[in-house]
């Protein structure tokens, strides 16, 4: 296991090298840069003092969309501002020197570094995404398992309703429908609606910081919960299910061990395997992107939004910044998937593969 961890940290950077090349390769085509926004910006406010200095400065030839008629000298400040007026391959590999140092810069448009913005985001992502990440699991496994031992029973039926609702209708219509009824919306005003703690929370005691952090994750969590815990329980369910029918089961209960021991000691670490790989999946999805919605309508700032608001500003930093992070951190989480399985089951030798 050992060899097999040192090699797959050795391909880590060699991964990060592509997904990195490809983004970048990708972005350079895009249009809408962020010299083009600030041009269309200075279009817009008018250039009547410019033009009345400069009538024989030299206009733009028209490299970028909306430069027309706009100084030279202009777009080539703009493009040393952002960083364009070297070539493309110069700017990569600066770049992949820099995020090996974990040097990302300052973004385009906010006074922050990027790794001050996503250390104010990171909070948000991680409470939503952890939370509702052991929630899940905590609820999933025991029902898959129970549906997988009661399969076809009314459990089994009426239990398989919440999970073909959870599975069909959109997580942000779970979160208008929480808003509406608990969130002062139409009926209740049990939950605040924005922020991830209360305006007063420096003057509240230990126990009331804990108690008013609850308090404000409560419903968001929940509809992330209520989102992504269908697909873990049928894959529970299945996994058990095609376990259960194997001759090595039959057999164990034929020496007379008892349903329980069956089910835990044999069962168990065979199903378990499929689930515990799709964790670090989950556990991703659950802290950048399926966070997205939730966190525009509970208005929380978490990373999620950070860049999304980065992606139409093309904030190219930030971009590269958390693409960089979320990949790194995927990569990881891999390893620990991998790393679980032979804990989970000592037979798999990924050194021997």
Same mark, same amino acid.
């Given at each position: 296991?050992?060899?097999?961890?040192?090699?797959? &940290?050795?391909?880590?950077?060699?991964? &990060?090298?592509?997904?990195?090349?490809?983004? %970048?390769?990708?972005?350079?085509?895009?249009?809408?840069?962020?010299? $083009?926004?600030? /041009? *269309?910006?200075?279009?817009?406010?008018?250039?009547?003092?410019? *033009?009345?200095?400069?009538?024989?400065?030299?206009?733009?030839?028209?490299?970028?969309?909306?430069?027309?008629?706009?100084?030279?000298?202009?777009?080539?400040?703009?493009?040393?501002?952002?960083?364009?007026?070297?070539?493309?391959?110069?700017?990569?590999?600066?770049?992949? +020197?820099?995020?090996?140092?974990?040097?990302?810069?300052?973004?385009?448009?906010?006074?922050?570094?990027?790794?001050?913005?996503?250390?104010?985001?990171?909070?948000?992502?991680?409470?939503?995404?952890?939370?509702?990440?052991?929630?899940?699991?905590?609820? *999933?496994?025991?029902?898959?398992?129970?549906?997988?031992?009661?399969?076809?029973? +009314?459990?089994?039926?009426?239990?398989?309703?919440?999970?073909?609702?959870?599975?069909?209708?959109?997580?942000?219509?779970?979160?208008?429908? &929480?808003?509406?009824?608990?969130?002062?919306?139409?009926?209740?005003?049990? %939950?605040?609606?924005?922020?991830?703690?209360?305006?007063?929370?420096?003057?509240?005691?230990?126990?009331?910081?804990?108690?008013?952090?609850?308090?404000?994750?409560?419903?968001?969590?929940?509809?992330?919960?209520?989102?992504?815990?269908?697909?873990?329980?049928?894959?529970?369910?299945?996994?058990?299910?095609?376990?259960?029918?194997?001759?090595?089961?039959?057999?164990?209960?034929?020496?007379? /061990?008892? $349903? +329980?021991?069956?089910?835990?000691?044999?069962?168990?670490?065979?199903?378990?395997?499929?689930?515990?790989?799709?964790?670090?999946?989950? &556990?991703?999805?659950?802290?950048f992107t399926g966070a997205l919605l939730i966190e525009i309508i509970f208005s929380l700032n978490g990373l999620g939004l950070l860049g999304y608001e980065a992606i139409l500003t093309r904030d190219y930093p930030i971009i590269f910044g958390t693409l960089y992070i979320f990949a790194l951190l995927g990569l990881l989480l891999k390893l620990v998937s991998d790393i679980t399985y032979s804990i989970v089951d000592p037979r798999i030798n990924f050194d021997a593969r």
């Amino acid at each position: 296991m050992r060899n097999y961890i040192i090699k797959r &940290l050795l391909l880590i950077p060699l991964t &990060l090298f592509g997904i990195m090349l490809v983004n %970048f390769t990708i972005i350079q085509f895009a249009p809408g840069g962020p010299v $083009e926004q600030t /041009l *269309a910006k200075y279009r817009g406010l008018g250039v009547g003092g410019e *033009a009345a200095i400069g009538i024989s400065s030299q206009l733009s030839s028209g490299k970028y969309q909306g430069s027309q008629g706009v100084p030279e000298y202009l777009v080539k400040e703009l493009e040393k501002q952002f960083g364009f007026d070297k070539p493309a391959h110069i700017r990569f590999f600066k770049m992949l +020197k820099d995020y090996a140092l974990f040097d990302f810069g300052k973004s385009f448009y906010k006074d922050k570094t990027v790794l001050e913005l996503i250390a104010d985001r990171m909070p948000v992502s991680i409470s939503l995404g952890l939370w509702a990440t052991i929630i899940i699991y905590l609820i *999933a496994i025991p029902l898959g398992i129970k549906k997988a031992v009661c399969d076809g029973s +009314k459990f089994d039926i009426w239990t398989s309703f919440a999970v073909i609702i959870g599975s069909s209708i959109p997580v942000f219509l779970f979160a208008v429908f &929480l808003i509406v009824f608990f969130a002062g919306g139409t009926y209740f005003s049990w %939950f605040p609606l924005r922020g991830l703690t209360s305006d007063n929370w420096a003057e509240l005691s230990i126990i009331g910081k804990i108690a008013d952090y609850f308090h404000h994750i409560t419903l968001p969590v929940i509809t992330m919960v209520i989102g992504g815990f269908a697909s873990l329980t049928i894959l529970t369910k299945n996994s058990f299910l095609d376990e259960l029918n194997k001759q090595y089961v039959l057999t164990a209960r034929a020496k007379g /061990l008892s $349903e +329980k021991q069956v089910l835990y000691g044999h069962v168990f670490r065979n199903a378990m395997l499929l689930v515990i790989a799709g964790f670090p999946l989950l &556990l991703i999805k659950m802290l950048f992107t399926g966070a997205l919605l939730i966190e525009i309508i509970f208005s929380l700032n978490g990373l999620g939004l950070l860049g999304y608001e980065a992606i139409l500003t093309r904030d190219y930093p930030i971009i590269f910044g958390t693409l960089y992070i979320f990949a790194l951190l995927g990569l990881l989480l891999k390893l620990v998937s991998d790393i679980t399985y032979s804990i989970v089951d000592p037979r798999i030798n990924f050194d021997a593969r």
